[in-house]
């Protein structure tokens, strides 16, 4: 076996979805405002050094769109004021670090109407190719694996305080064994590396929903439940999700800081059908599951 690393791809660029430019959020959504994705210093460095700028530029590119797509898709949220963002990531130099200062959070809050805030950052890519050599079967194939990491930070632009720092990865792979395989390395390449991106991108734009907006019970009928959470938002047929009553706010002793609410499993449900906006499952385990319980996917 030889092995052959790809020296370049043709990634086709999905177009971003018009953002609406309203300071304020309409129906009753959240608005969002969303920072564009950047490559963390060392990975652009490291990517320099390998001669892969152009592809890392690429990746980051399309995971931009990727992402305002996903988050559109959601319905949960207006993005606001994304021009604004940009200038005053760049003026302040926060958007390859990642870190947002709390008065700095706040500040773009109030620019652009934005009471939430999402900052990207890609600190892991892995595109490799091996040319796998099958003499006794007088073939040729190609093995091509992508690997997509990225920080994804979520802030209250009300208070500037950190929300989640969620690490998000995405592993694809790709085998075709078979000589043609040589002649559509670039389609193999493109069709793979979409793919990596645009599931990265529905992962963040799910944590964030999650973060904002969790998955909860909207009714109850018998054994089955209602979520609020469809197509779009990660949800398949037969995961499996814990149930979980809150009860108090928890607030650490030193800092007075809430640490969210108390939470206990009052049950397990599995999905048996997706929707665009809502999802029903039936309830596996029962201990209290009612209306405005709070779901944490297990499987």
């Given at each position: 076996?030889?092995?052959?690393?790809?020296?370049?791809?043709?990634?086709?660029?999905?177009?971003?979805?018009?953002?609406?430019?309203?300071?304020?959020?309409?129906?009753?959504?959240?608005?969002?405002?969303?920072?564009?994705?950047?490559?963390?210093?060392?990975?652009?460095?490291?990517?320099?050094?390998?001669?892969?700028?152009?592809?890392?530029?690429?990746?980051?590119?399309?995971?931009?769109?990727?992402?305002?797509?996903?988050?559109?898709?959601?319905?949960?949220?207006?993005?606001?004021?994304?021009?604004?963002?940009?200038?005053?990531?760049?003026?302040?130099?926060?958007?390859?670090?990642?870190?947002?200062?709390?008065?700095?959070?706040?500040?773009?809050?109030?620019?652009?109407?934005?009471?939430?805030?999402?900052?990207?950052?890609?600190?892991?890519?892995?595109?490799?190719?091996?040319k796998m050599e099958f003499k006794t079967l007088n073939q040729v194939g190609l093995k091509r694996k992508i690997r997509i990491g990225a920080v994804a930070k979520?802030?209250?632009?009300?208070?500037?305080?950190?929300?989640?720092?969620?690490?998000?990865?995405?592993?694809?792979?790709?085998?075709?064994?078979?000589?043609?395989?040589?002649?559509?390395?670039?389609?193999?390449?493109?069709?793979?590396?979409?793919?990596?991106?645009?599931?990265?991108?529905?992962?963040?734009?799910?944590?964030?929903?999650?973060?904002?907006?969790?998955?909860?019970?909207?009714?109850?009928?018998?054994?089955?439940?209602?979520?609020?959470?469809?197509?779009?938002?990660?949800?398949?047929?037969?995961?499996?999700?814990?149930?979980?009553?809150?009860?108090?706010?928890?607030?650490?002793?030193?800092?007075?800081?809430?640490?969210?609410?108390?939470?206990?499993?009052?049950?397990?449900?599995?999905?048996?059908?997706?929707?665009?906006?809502?999802?029903?499952?039936?309830?596996?385990?029962?201990?209290?599951?009612?209306?405005?319980?709070?779901?944490?996917?297990?499987?």
């Amino acid at each position: 076996m030889t092995i052959m690393k790809s020296k370049s791809f043709v990634l086709a660029l999905s177009c971003a979805a018009l953002l609406p430019l309203a300071a304020l959020a309409q129906d009753g959504k959240a608005t969002l405002g969303v920072s564009s994705v950047t490559p963390t210093p060392s990975l652009k460095a490291a990517m320099v050094k390998a001669g892969k700028e152009l592809s890392i530029g690429r990746v980051v590119e399309a995971f931009d769109s990727q992402l305002i797509s996903a988050i559109n898709s959601s319905r949960k949220f207006d993005i606001v004021g994304r021009s604004d963002l940009k200038d005053i990531m760049k003026e302040q130099e926060l958007g390859a670090s990642g870190n947002v200062d709390a008065k700095s959070a706040a500040q773009q809050g109030k620019l652009t109407g934005a009471k939430y805030l999402l900052v990207t950052t890609v600190d892991d890519f892995e595109d490799s190719t091996e040319k796998m050599e099958f003499k006794t079967l007088n073939q040729v194939g190609l093995k091509r694996k992508i690997r997509i990491g990225a920080v994804a930070k979520i802030y209250d632009s009300t208070t500037g305080k950190l929300l989640e720092s969620a690490n998000i990865r995405t592993d694809k792979k790709d085998d075709r064994a078979d000589a043609s395989a040589l002649k559509k390395d670039a389609e193999l390449t493109d069709e793979l590396l979409r793919e990596a991106v645009k599931e990265t991108a529905e992962k963040v734009a799910n944590r964030v929903s999650d973060v904002v907006y969790p998955v909860r019970v909207l009714v109850k009928r018998d054994k089955q439940i209602t979520i609020n959470r469809g197509d779009t938002g990660g949800v398949v047929v037969g995961q499996i999700w814990g149930v979980f009553a809150q009860g108090e706010e928890l607030i650490d002793p030193d800092t007075k800081e809430s640490l969210g609410k108390e939470e206990v499993q009052v049950g397990k449900a599995r999905i048996t059908a997706v929707n665009p906006k809502t999802s029903t499952a039936e309830i596996l385990e029962d201990a209290g599951v009612d209306k405005g319980a709070v779901l944490r996917l297990e499987k």
